[in-house]
């Protein structure tokens, strides 16, 4: 896409549908919270076992709002790039580090705010340089690409790594070593996209009138999205369960958002539709995201006066105090909340 053209009908609806996601699944993470707060004084706190937060209508909201940002995030895969919409994933940190500002009163440090300023600046930058979304008629069109050699290599190499994590290195390191369980749902979920982006095209064109759902090749994505889906959450939740989310969340946004972009660029080509400097500057662009997303997670430790890069120990700690707990990324909280 050449940069006096501006941004293609798509690649906004794809962007609108990302923003409004990341708008959603913030705010959730707050409304949670309090819900969870509001339940754990009337009951047994959810982080000893208790559930009386299913009878706080509050905690509810929070579910159905962070449900309406997964749709809608859902949707901006079917119109946009992967290299678009993932890494503005990193936007809802922001939204919730400002709602937990306001209306939790949990303290932002000045880094934690040049932190937000970074990953606004990095999302710009991608949202400016991204390439067009690929013209497609049909969901055999999807499945060609899928099954081009360059992406059945990835897709091999993924499911050897994965087999190789959960049978030799689960079992040994899981509960020591934090990349082993991010390293598993991380390489699933960048072909969990692929397949949700497969799909979100499919429902997109059966919706336009092409009803996509007489092809067997759709069938076999949501098949695949299924089985990623259930995988990617067992391993994160594992992980969640083990480790401080402040250590999970940031290396599991930098390895799934990473993998994705490969998968998707090799699958869909993204770059050969840019040029150097425009790829150059997308890759900018991430790493400043990458940089403002540590920054934010780094400082809520400094802030909270707990351990900066601890495992097991400080995920004991985060469970015995309700205000210990980060504002951790979508996916991760998202998951862990469900």
Not at 20 to 48: D, N, Q, T
Not at 208 to 234: E, R
Not at 237 to 248: G, S
Request: glycine content about 8%; charged content about 15%.
């Amino acid at each position: 896409m050449d940069s006096d053209k501006g941004m293609s009908s798509d690649n906004i609806k794809g962007l609108v549908l990302a923003l409004s996601s990341s708008f959603f699944i913030g705010a959730s993470f707050i409304v949670k919270k309090k819900g969870l707060k509001k339940a754990g004084a009337s009951g047994v706190r959810a982080g000893v076992g208790g559930y009386s937060y299913l009878y706080e209508p509050l905690w509810w909201v929070g579910m159905i709002t962070m449900v309406v940002g997964e749709i809608a995030n859902f949707a901006a895969y079917a119109f946009a790039p992967a290299i678009l919409v993932t890494p503005l994933g990193a936007l809802s940190i922001i939204i919730s580090a400002a709602l937990a500002h306001i209306i939790l009163r949990e303290k932002l440090h000045i880094f934690g705010v040049l932190g937000c300023i970074l990953c606004v600046v990095g999302s710009t930058t991608i949202v400016l340089h991204a390439p067009p979304e690929r013209e497609i008629e049909s969901v055999k069109e999807v499945w060609d690409l899928a099954t081009e050699p360059a992406f059945l290599l990835y897709a091999a190499l993924v499911i050897a790594a994965v087999f190789t994590l959960v049978v030799h290195f689960v079992p040994q390191y899981g509960q020591t070593h934090v990349m082993v369980y991010i390293g598993v749902c991380s390489l699933v979920g960048s072909l969990s996209v692929m397949s949700v982006k497969a799909l979100g095209i499919a429902l997109k064109l059966t919706f336009s009138g092409m009803n996509q759902l007489i092809y067997p090749q759709t069938w076999a994505f949501i098949m695949v999205v299924g089985t990623c889906v259930i995988t990617q959450m067992n391993y994160l939740n594992k992980a969640l369960d083990t480790f401080n989310t402040a250590v999970v969340s940031p290396i599991y946004y930098v390895m799934f958002t990473s993998l994705t972009i490969l998968a998707s660029v090799i699958m869909f080509k993204d770059w050969d539709r840019q040029n150097p400097t425009q790829i150059v500057t997308e890759m900018c662009g991430f790493v400043t995201i990458l940089g403002g997303t540590f920054l934010l997670h780094r400082t809520k430790d400094m802030v909270d006066g707990s351990p900066s890069l601890s495992s097991r120990h400080s995920k004991l700690t985060e469970d015995d105090n309700f205000d210990l707990e980060g504002i951790p990324l979508r996916t991760a909280e998202s998951l862990r909340s469900s």
